[in-house]
C-alpha cells in the first residue's frame, strides 16, 4: 500500500542557502540532517559510486522535502528547467491569501518567472492567485493563494509536478500502476485563458494537464502544446541539479517491487535495508527516478503517519 508522497527530492549546489531560503520563506523546520561518505547503501540505490554528500530534510505539513549537496559524483552546472520541461518541473506552496507565501518568499529573495511583480487569477469566480518563481539555487516553484484555503494551515506543499511528452502514457503510470487506480482521471486541455501566458511567461501558451491523487498531495502532469514540450528521455540521477526524483513512502517495499516489477516497471537495483528503512530507486517511463520507502519502525517520527494532512474526509 502507497501511504502517499514521502518527499520531493532536489540536489542544489548550496544546501547551506537554500535549506535556509525555504525555512525562513515556507517555515519549514529541519527534520533530519546527515553525511554520506562513501556508503555502500547509498551507491547501491542509486547506483553511484563514492557517493559524498550532504542531506537535510524539511517538514512541511503535508510532505517533507529533501536537500542534498553532492561533492561526489561531482554535479554538471545546472540547466535552467524550461516550465514546458520535460522532466519534474516544480513544487506548489499553497497558502491562505490573507498570509500570503508570495510575500514570504518575495521578503527571501525569490526570482519571478511569472510577468509582472504579483500573483494574478486565471479563473475570476476561483478565489486563487497563481505565480511562478525560482529558489535562490534556480528550482522552480509555484504559490498558489487561496481566499478560502481549503487546509487548516499557513504554508502548504500542495502538488509535484511532471512535465511529460505524452500526458497518456505518464498520467497511466502513476495512477493505474503506480497508485493502483481503476482508470487514470481526465486530461483535460487548457488554453485561452487570460493570464495564463503571464503564470508562465510564455506566449500563446496551450497545454494538456491532469492531476493525480494521493492520499496526501496531488501529482500534477502538464504536456505543452506551445511551447511544444520536448520528446527527450530526461534520465536523471540524484546529484544532478534540480528536482532528482519523488518519493512513495509504502508499508511494504518489496511488495511493492515485485507487483511494479511484474509490470514492467525499470528499477536501479533491488530494495536495499539501511538502519531505519528499506529503500529502492525506479524509473517512470519518461525517465524520471522515484523511490519507494517503507520504514522499519511502523512509529518513526519521519513516517506521513505522524503527519496530520489537514484533509477534511
Given at each position: 500500500m502507497i501511504k502517499g508522497i514521502h518527499h520531493i527530492g532536489a540536489s542544489v549546489s548550496n544546501l547551506d542557502e537554500v535549506t535556509a531560503f525555504y525555512q525562513d520563506a515556507a517555515d519549514l523546520p529541519q527534520a533530519a540532517a546527515f553525511k554520506t561518505v562513501n556508503s555502500e547503501a547509498a551507491d547501491r540505490i542509486t547506483g553511484l559510486k563514492h557517493t559524498r554528500s550532504r542531506t537535510t530534510f524539511l517538514q512541511g505539513s503535508t510532505s517533507y522535502l529533501e536537500l542534498s549537496e553532492f561533492e561526489s559524483p561531482q554535479p554538471a552546472p545546472q540547466q535552467i528547467m524550461p516550465v514546458y520541461g520535460p522532466g519534474i518541473t516544480h513544487i506548489c506552496f499553497q497558502s491562505p491569501e490573507e498570509d500570503s507565501a508570495f510575500e514570504k518568499f518575495k521578503r527571501q529573495g525569490m526570482e519571478m518567472v511569472s510577468r509582472g511583480d504579483r500573483p494574478v487569477r486565471l479563473n475570476p469566480q476561483r478565489g486563487i492567485t497563481y505565480a511562478y518563481a525560482r529558489d535562490v539555487s534556480g528550482n522552480m516553484f509555484e504559490m498558489e493563494q487561496w481566499v478560502t484555503p481549503p487546509r487548516p494551515f499557513p504554508i502548504w506543499i500542495a502538488h509535484v509536478a511532471f512535465v511529460s511528452p505524452d500526458i497518456e502514457r505518464l498520467t497511466r503510470f502513476y495512477s493505474q500502476v503506480v497508485m493502483g487506480m481503476a482508470q487514470?482521471?481526465?486530461?483535460?486541455?487548457?488554453?485561452?485563458?487570460?493570464?495564463?501566458?503571464?503564470?508562465?511567461?510564455?506566449?500563446?501558451?496551450?497545454?494538456?494537464?491532469?492531476?493525480?491523487?494521493?492520499?496526501?498531495?496531488?501529482?500534477?502532469?502538464?504536456?505543452?502544446?506551445?511551447?511544444?514540450?520536448?520528446?527527450?528521455?530526461?534520465?536523471?540521477?540524484?546529484?544532478?541539479?534540480?528536482?532528482?526524483?519523488?518519493?512513495?513512502?509504502?508499508?511494504?517495499?518489496?511488495?511493492?517491487?515485485?507487483?511494479?516489477?511484474?509490470?514492467?516497471?525499470?528499477?536501479?537495483?533491488?530494495?536495499?535495508?539501511?538502519?531505519?528503512?528499506?529503500?529502492?530507486?525506479?524509473?517512470?517511463?519518461?525517465?524520471?527516478?522515484?523511490?519507494?520507502?517503507?520504514?522499519?519502525?511502523?512509529?518513526?517520527?519521519?513516517?506521513?503517519?505522524?503527519?496530520?494532512?489537514?484533509?477534511?474526509?
Open positions: 487514470s482521471p481526465e486530461i483535460r486541455r487548457i488554453n485561452g485563458i487570460p493570464n495564463l501566458d503571464v503564470v508562465g511567461d510564455i506566449d500563446q501558451g496551450d497545454l494538456y494537464g491532469t492531476w493525480i491523487p494521493t492520499p496526501n498531495i496531488l501529482i500534477e502532469i502538464w504536456q505543452y502544446v506551445n511551447p511544444k514540450t520536448p520528446d527527450e528521455r530526461v534520465n536523471g540521477s540524484v546529484e544532478t541539479l534540480g528536482y532528482t526524483h519523488v518519493c512513495f513512502e509504502v508499508d511494504d517495499t518489496s511488495a511493492e517491487y515485485e507487483r511494479l516489477s511484474k509490470l514492467g516497471v525499470e528499477f536501479i537495483s533491488e530494495p536495499y535495508q539501511t538502519e531505519t528503512n528499506i529503500v529502492v530507486f525506479g524509473r517512470d517511463p519518461d525517465g524520471n527516478l522515484f523511490e519507494l520507502m517503507q520504514f522499519l519502525d511502523t512509529e518513526d517520527r519521519m513516517s506521513l503517519d505522524r503527519l496530520d494532512f489537514g484533509i477534511e474526509s
